[in-house]
């Protein structure tokens, strides 16, 4: 039996997982070769199925016919008010537990030229909206991600095909650990959270108060990758489920974040296109889910054209944009280009390259996205080095889901930007009140500001701007 309309896939071969399955989050081949193993969630709707409901405003009830759970649920002959009231009986839940529930973020329009820290001759005409997603559940947008998984759980227990609970596993240091904790005591499930050793006291003691099992992870000396990774797939391999906000580790952690795109498109629709949207990334789920939205909202008629995207990681490490600069360098046959480095790189030459790659994409857009699916463990390996910045919540070693944000540059013209200590720096000063955001969650806003500070910055990136303001400060 198949759900119809709905089919779990690999992006890197193409295995198919069957949707009745409790837990088909992971490519039986991941790791075989180097694909990108990916389990994505394709939905081949009816045109009447609709993909807004109008008069829902949570959002994933808004968007349910986008999610997975929903789809599962449908097949299996269940009402969509019974899955509305799957989704609130959780969401009342969060609340006790974190004093929020879900609801659409706040769009809202920033003054530059009220910003002594962000002003610039270049940018005092730049219309810049932000999104607002540090006041929704546990401070940041990660709930998202960790409500949608949580969601498919509670429908797989409630048709009978996950009779008992195993344990969830995340491994983070900050911002998803908490969502996850949050998420998992809202639906009273246990789960281990596997941090490392610099995690601040303020995340371990929430962490405690909300029943989670921490574990600490040591860096081994000649191990490669993030050590709390490691330890956490190790759990999922003895039997725990990946409660995380990696498609590597769980494809359907995306669809959670997709419900951001969807918003997105909506403010999009609401108050004008956009030339560009600039995303913080860390492992990637944020812009990959939010890109994955807005295509799908495309694709749908909300909006009629996509941004071009521009991904900020920090000086300390940027694998996204070494993983661009690889990808580009073998798509023009210009293995020159791998080796150029972004931190000091003239403006001037990475947006040329830029606009090469894009005519290059657009020119065979199916047989190059095949190539970066194919070939995508080419391009992005583990960071060399321990890295280090004020934007800490993105020094992830890897882009696990980097493979859909290169895509993403390629196509819409975009590029990787690596933001200086300084320009974090300013972007938290600029928007500190009223916005108490971190430089984690303030990152896309750096690399507007940083890439502003260029003279023809508006003929390269345009004059009308989106960042997402996604995690709060913390006592
Ligand atoms: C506040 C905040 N914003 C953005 C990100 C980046 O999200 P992603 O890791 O999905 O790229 C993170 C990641 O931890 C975060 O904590």
């Known amino acids: 039996m198949s759900s119809p309309g709905l089919l779990l896939r690999c992006a890197g071969c193409g295995t198919t997982l069957s949707p009745e399955a409790a837990a088909p989050f992971v490519c039986p081949n991941r790791g075989a070769d180097d694909a990108d193993h990916i389990i994505e969630r394709q939905l081949t709707l009816p045109q009447s199925a609709g993909v807004i409901d109008e008069q829902a405003t949570h959002p994933f009830m808004r968007y349910r016919a986008r999610l997975s759970s929903f789809a599962v649920w449908q097949a299996a002959g269940r009402s969509a008010a019974a899955f509305d009231a799957l989704?609130?009986?959780?969401?009342?839940?969060?609340?006790?537990?974190?004093?929020?529930?879900?609801?659409?973020?706040?769009?809202?329009?920033?003054?530059?030229?009220?910003?002594?820290?962000?002003?610039?001759?270049?940018?005092?005409?730049?219309?810049?909206?932000?999104?607002?997603?540090?006041?929704?559940?546990?401070?940041?947008?990660?709930?998202?991600?960790?409500?949608?998984?949580?969601?498919?759980?509670?429908?797989?227990?409630?048709?009978?095909?996950?009779?008992?609970?195993?344990?969830?596993?995340?491994a983070s240091c900050g911002n998803a650990a908490l969502a996850a904790a949050v998420v998992a005591r809202a639906a009273d499930w246990p789960i281990s959270v596997f941090v490392p050793t610099d995690a601040s006291a303020a995340v371990l003691q929430r962490l405690a108060a909300l029943q989670a099992e921490i574990v600490v992870c040591e860096r081994q000396p000649g191990v490669p990758g993030d050590p709390t990774v490691n330890r956490f797939r190790e759990a999922v391999q003895a039997g725990a489920l990946p409660f995380c906000c990696q498609g590597t580790d769980n494809g359907l952690t995306i669809e959670g974040g997709e419900t951001l795109g969807w918003e997105l498109a909506e403010h999009i629709a609401a108050t004008g296109d956009l030339d560009t949207l600039w995303v913080q990334v860390g492992g990637g789920a944020l812009g990959t889910g939010c890109w994955s939205g807005l295509q799908d909202a495309q694709s749908a008629g909300v909006?009629?054209?996509?941004?071009?995207?521009?991904?900020?990681?920090?000086?300390?490490?940027?694998?996204?944009?070494?993983?661009?600069?690889?990808?580009?360098?073998?798509?023009?046959?210009?293995?020159?280009?791998?080796?150029?480095?972004?931190?000091?790189?003239?403006?001037?030459?990475?947006?040329?390259?830029?606009?090469?790659?894009?005519?290059?994409?657009q020119s065979s857009p199916t047989v190059s996205d095949l190539d970066l699916r194919q070939n995508w463990r080419q391009h992005m390996a583990p960071?060399?080095?321990?890295?280090?910045?004020?934007?800490?919540?993105?020094?992830?070693?890897?882009?696990?889901?980097?493979?859909?944000?290169?895509?993403?540059?390629?196509?819409?013209?975009?590029?990787?930007?690596?933001?200086?200590?300084?320009?974090?720096?300013?972007?938290?000063?600029?928007?500190?009140p009223p916005h108490p955001v971190t430089a984690t969650g303030a990152a896309g806003f750096a690399g507007l500001l940083q890439v502003g500070q260029h003279a023809d910055a508006a003929q390269l990136v345009g004059k009308r701007h989106a960042v997402l303001l996604t995690g709060i400060v913390r006592a």
């Open 87 to 170: 989704v609130m009986a959780l969401d009342d839940a969060v609340a006790a537990v974190d004093g929020r529930g879900f609801a659409r973020s706040p769009w809202q329009p920033l003054t530059l030229a009220a910003m002594p820290e962000a002003a610039s001759p270049t940018t005092s005409d730049w219309t810049v909206h932000a999104k607002l997603e540090l006041h929704g559940v546990a401070g940041s947008h990660k709930a998202r991600h960790l409500f949608g998984l949580m969601l498919w759980l509670r429908v797989q227990e409630a048709l009978g095909r996950l009779p008992t609970r195993p344990n969830l596993a995340i």
């Open 383 to 432: 960071w060399p080095t321990t890295p280090h910045s004020v934007a800490h919540g993105i020094l992830d070693d890897e882009t696990y889901d980097g493979r859909r944000l290169v895509a993403a540059m390629l196509a819409s013209g975009g590029w990787p930007v690596v933001a200086s200590e300084d320009a974090l720096t300013a972007a938290v000063d600029a928007l500190n």
């Open 303 to 361: 909006i009629d054209g996509l941004p071009r995207l521009m991904t900020v990681q920090t000086r300390g490490a940027w694998p996204l944009g070494r993983a661009w600069l690889r990808a580009v360098g073998r798509l023009l046959g210009r293995p020159e280009v791998a080796d150029l480095d972004l931190s000091s790189i003239d403006m001037e030459q990475i947006a040329t390259t830029a606009r090469d790659a894009q005519l290059y994409w």
